[in-house]
T-cell receptor, first 116, second 116 residues
Framework: AQSVTQLGSHVSVSEGALVLLRCNYS??????LFWYVQYPNQGLQLLLK??????LVKGINGFEAEFKKSETSFHLTKPSAHMSDAAEYFC??????????????FGQGTILTVHP | EPEVTQTPSHQVTQMGQEVILRCVPI?????FYWYRQILGQKVEFLVS????????KSEIFDDQFSVERPDGSNFTLKIRSTKLEDSAMYFC??????????????FGPGTRLTVL
């Protein structure tokens, strides 16, 4: 079975600073990995996804993530944080195999705070 | 931009009562999902639905739960006899494709269910 672990339930950065949100996965098959963001009172919005093409994936709002098989990681980064990036971020892995139709397994989420 | 909508945004009910959570998926999507998030815990998969039948369900999705697509637009989750531990945020999601490579799930804003 696949799983993801997000290191750090809360991350706080200054505006303009680097954002790094950590995600490690466990999977017995090549994984498909996703980052979702949830703004207050809104649904989960897809930021980016890794589907075995390029290992460096670019997403919306200036975010990107790098798939590192040797480290079983898929960390999310953004070079310069903006106040509007404050939200909760979820890493997820697609459970494949058998008759599974799109079951996502999520990490516990990381709340990003951006202060002036 | 098309989006998944959910009603109500908040639902308060007494233990033992039946609740129905409603979702309107994106119109051309064929695959539908329910997830839930208990406060402070991970987002958990409940069930996936395709072609008018359940394609996969988790161990959480017991006989107290059911899903239905009563017409061409709505997708509902029914809890027959609510328990205190059913209190959670329930997310509906839909995707156009079910296969691994193209599965991108769009989430609604969630319904917060409180069982007293």
């Amino acid at each position: 079975a696949q799983s993801v672990t997000q290191l750090g339930s809360h991350v706080s950065v200054s505006e303009g600073a680097l954002v790094l949100l950590r995600c490690n996965y466990s999977s017995s098959v090549p994984p498909y990995l996703f980052w979702y963001v949830q703004y207050p009172n809104q649904g989960l919005q897809l930021l980016l996804k890794y589907t075995s093409a390029a290992t460096l994936v670019k997403g919306i709002n200036g975010f990107e993530a790098e798939f590192k098989k040797s480290e079983t990681s898929f960390h999310l980064t953004k070079p310069s944080a903006h106040m509007s990036d404050a939200a909760e971020y979820f890493c997820a892995v697609y459970n494949a195999g058998g008759t599974s139709y799109g079951k996502l397994t999520f990490g516990q989420g990381t709340i990003l705070t951006v202060h002036p | 931009e098309p989006e998944v909508t959910q009603t109500p945004s908040h639902q308060v009910t007494q233990m033992g009562q039946e609740v129905i959570l409603r979702c309107v998926p994106i119109s051309n999507h064929l695959y539908f999902y329910w997830y839930r998030q208990i406060l402070g815990q991970k987002v958990e998969f409940l069930v996936s639905f395709y072609n008018n039948e359940i394609s996969e369900k988790s161990e959480i999705f017991d006989d107290q739960f059911s899903v239905e697509r009563p017409d061409g637009s709505n997708f509902t989750l029914k809890i027959r006899s609510t328990k205190l531990e059913d209190s959670a945020m329930y997310f509906c999601a839909s995707s156009e494709f079910g296969g691994r490579a193209k599965n991108e799930q769009f989430f609604g804003p969630g319904t917060r269910l409180t069982v007293l």
